[in-house]
Nanobody, 116 residues
Framework: QVQLVESGGGLVQPGGSLRLSCAASGFTFSNYVMKWYRQAPGKERELVARISETTRYTNYADSVKGRFTISRDNARKMAYLQMNSLKPEDTAVYYC?????????WGQGTQVTVSS
């Protein structure tokens, strides 16, 4: 059974940090590109960051460059999103996704709220 389970969301003040985790099971994690998406109320889902299977390549949305860092641990089947200097506009539900040719798996999401 394929599962992606996000954790680490919560309420944080502007300028603060959070680290999101994504635990994978049920598929060959090291063969999948891992991505983090987010969706704010009333907005479309947005790709935030992605990391290649071997961690060689990472890409970020312009809105988070320099503040967010994506990483993965293939041995532990984990993906992470370190979020620093958080802004109110980062408030959203964050989802991790594992994607490969012809397959995409999604977690249930974790809420991140940036507010004073």
């Amino acid at each position: 059974q394929v599962q992606l389970v996000e954790s680490g969301g919560g309420l944080v003040q502007p300028g603060g940090s959070l680290r999101l985790s994504c635990a994978a099971s049920g598929f060959t994690f090291s063969n999948y590109v891992m991505k983090w998406y987010r969706q704010a109320p009333g907005k479309e889902r947005e790709l935030v960051a992605r990391i290649s299977e071997t961690t060689r390549y990472t890409n970020y949305a312009d809105s988070v460059k320099g503040r967010f860092t994506i990483s993965r641990d293939n041995a532990r089947k984990m993906a992470y999103l370190q979020m620093n200097s958080l802004k109110p506009e980062d408030t959203a539900v964050y989802y991790c996704s594992g994607e490969n040719f012809g397959a995409a798996y999604w977690g249930q999401g974790t809420q991140v709220t940036v507010s004073s």
